[in-house]
């Protein structure tokens, strides 16, 4: 098949969930003999080599800073990506039998179902977030957020194959008008599926991950505050960097925790997995998630993970309360800080549990899993395969185009 994968950033130019996602399929397709390409903005040097082997790397549009100082998504490279992407589409669009965009942003979308009807190739659509209409107006105000809205339930409704990556996006999309059922693909975890054995738990409360509001990164060192009073032997662990570090960094100082918490920034990947390992638990405190990787990732360790209840918070899905972890009814520093001290209390227990729930759950989180699902959908959209079925990945559909 001729696929041709659209994402505006690439792994490990940019760091994320989304980016490793669409790294992994790109080199997993062409590792199967499959004519892959690429599209995306310039995140490196020209006359450097995007470095993905068997793919043929295209830049659409130039490289751009993504994100305002405050952490969220700038208009324009967007609206240049989406841009590029009409732009090849049109020049080369007869040569692929697959269009595999992310939803977001939407504009590369809205481009592959201009140039539908002249090119007649297949979309297929990654939905990692639904937003709601209460989001879209706190992150964008009421007329900006009105307009995102709308733009999200038009991108709902192209002719598409879609997925979601949870529960609560899948049933969002379909109220957004989506023909047809969504595939939900519960797998993103490309590590080892062996049932791990724990390593000893070190006293330390850990945390990885970029540091922008929705993770709410401050919140978890106040509760860690709280509950380091009652347990003076643990330690916080803060990995990564994002425009709320300087906050983060404030808030282990107003705390008085200079001498038990850490915040080092960017680190190498042997030392997240490092610290992980040894983590008395992993906190995500995040109000939105699309997914929760990092608990999966700590969980393939035999590590609990703790995290909050939130409307747009779909890693609640990853735990199932008392036997991978905790979660917390809200990020109040005290209620939040009374589950990091239940995995305190559970102690090993808790450790060895958490490695079992992986070990019964490691198929279904397997990256390789939902390649497979993705692959089927290609071969039912191109040439009416009927193999797909229900299993623990949700409704496979064999028709979501209107």
């Given at each position: 098949?001729?696929?041709?994968?659209?994402?505006?950033?690439?792994?490990?130019?940019?760091?994320?969930?989304?980016?490793?996602?669409?790294?992994?399929?790109?080199?997993?397709?062409?590792?199967?003999?499959?004519?892959?390409?690429?599209?995306?903005?310039?995140?490196?040097?020209?006359?450097?080599?995007?470095?993905?082997?068997?793919?043929?790397?295209?830049?659409?549009?130039?490289?751009?800073?993504?994100?305002?100082?405050?952490?969220?998504?700038?208009?324009?490279?967007?609206?240049?990506?989406?841009?590029?992407?009409?732009?090849?589409?049109?020049?080369?669009?007869?040569?692929?039998?697959?269009?595999?965009?992310?939803?977001?942003?939407?504009?590369?979308?809205?481009?592959?179902?201009?140039?539908?009807?002249?090119?007649?190739?297949?979309?297929?659509?990654?939905?990692?977030?639904?937003?709601?209409?209460?989001?879209?107006?706190?992150?964008?105000?009421?007329?900006?957020?009105?307009?995102?809205?709308?733009?999200?339930?038009?991108?709902?409704?192209?002719?598409?194959?879609?997925?979601?990556?949870?529960?609560?996006?899948?049933?969002?999309?379909?109220?957004?008008?989506?023909?047809?059922?969504?595939?939900?693909?519960?797998?993103?975890?490309?590590?080892?599926?062996?049932?791990?054995?724990?390593?000893?738990?070190?006293?330390?409360?850990?945390?990885?991950?970029?540091?922008?509001?929705?993770?709410?990164?401050?919140?978890?060192?106040?509760?860690?505050?709280?509950?380091?009073?009652?347990?003076?032997?643990?330690?916080?662990?803060?990995?990564?960097?994002?425009?709320?570090?300087?906050?983060?960094?404030?808030?282990?100082?107003?705390?008085?925790?200079?001498?038990?918490?850490?915040?080092?920034?960017?680190?190498?990947?042997?030392?997240?997995?490092?610290?992980?390992?040894?983590?008395?638990?992993?906190?995500?405190?995040?109000?939105?998630?699309?997914?929760g990787m990092v608990v999966v990732e700590a969980s393939a360790r035999?590590?609990?993970?703790?995290?909050?209840?939130?409307?747009?918070?779909?890693?609640?899905?990853?735990?199932?309360?008392?036997?991978?972890?905790?979660?917390?009814?809200?990020?109040?520093?005290?209620?939040?800080?009374?589950?990091?001290?239940?995995?305190?209390?559970?102690?090993?227990?808790?450790?060895?549990?958490?490695?079992?729930?992986?070990?019964?759950?490691?198929?279904?989180?397997?990256?390789?899993?939902?390649?497979?699902?993705?692959?089927?959908?290609?071969?039912?959209?191109?040439?009416?395969?009927?193999?797909?079925?229900?299993?623990?990945?949700?409704?496979?559909?064999?028709?979501?185009?209107?």
């Amino acid at each position: 098949m001729r696929v041709c994968v659209v994402y505006d950033c690439l792994f490990p130019h940019t760091v994320g969930g989304a980016e490793r996602w669409y790294r992994n399929l790109a080199e997993r397709l062409a590792a199967e003999g499959h004519d892959v390409t690429y599209l995306t903005l310039r995140q490196w040097e020209r006359g450097e080599d995007a470095g993905v082997a068997g793919v043929d790397v295209r830049v659409v549009g130039p490289r751009m800073g993504l994100y305002a100082g405050d952490g969220r998504r700038r208009i324009l490279p967007p609206l240049a990506f989406g841009a590029g992407v009409l732009w090849h589409l049109l020049r080369h669009g007869r040569r692929y039998d697959v269009v595999h965009t992310a939803s977001f942003p939407y504009f590369s979308l809205l481009a592959a179902a201009v140039v539908l009807p002249l090119h007649r190739f297949r979309i297929v659509v990654d939905w990692h977030e639904v937003w709601s209409r209460d989001y879209w107006t706190e992150y964008l105000g009421r007329a900006g957020g009105a307009v995102g809205a709308l733009v999200q339930r038009l991108c709902a409704r192209v002719p598409q194959r879609a997925f979601c990556f949870s529960r609560l996006h899948a049933a969002r999309l379909r109220d957004e008008g989506l023909r047809g059922e969504p595939t939900i693909l519960t797998g993103e975890y490309a590590g080892s599926l062996a049932q791990p054995v724990p390593a000893a738990a070190q006293p330390i409360v850990a945390f990885a991950g970029r540091h922008i509001p929705e993770k709410r990164v401050p919140a978890l060192v106040r509760a860690f505050a709280h509950a380091q009073r009652a347990a003076p032997e643990l330690r916080l662990v803060v990995l990564g960097d994002g425009p709320e570090r300087p906050a983060v960094l404030r808030a282990i100082a107003d705390e008085g925790l200079s001498d038990v918490a850490r915040a080092p920034g960017f680190v190498s990947t042997e030392e997240v997995e490092e610290t992980l390992a040894g983590a008395l638990c992993m906190v995500l405190p995040s109000r939105r998630e699309g997914y929760g990787m990092v608990v999966v990732e700590a969980s393939a360790r035999g590590v609990p993970s703790v995290v909050v209840r939130e409307p747009d918070n779909a890693a609640v899905e990853l735990v199932d309360d008392g036997e991978n972890g905790f979660v917390a009814p809200s990020v109040a520093p005290e209620q939040l800080a009374a589950e990091i001290l239940r995995v305190r209390a559970a102690g090993p227990a808790l450790r060895e549990s958490t490695a079992a729930w992986f070990g019964r759950n490691a198929q279904r989180l397997s990256l390789d899993g939902s390649l497979d699902h993705v692959a089927a959908a290609y071969r039912s959209e191109l040439f009416g395969d009927a193999s797909g079925s229900d299993d623990e990945h949700g409704r496979v559909s064999h028709d979501s185009r209107v």
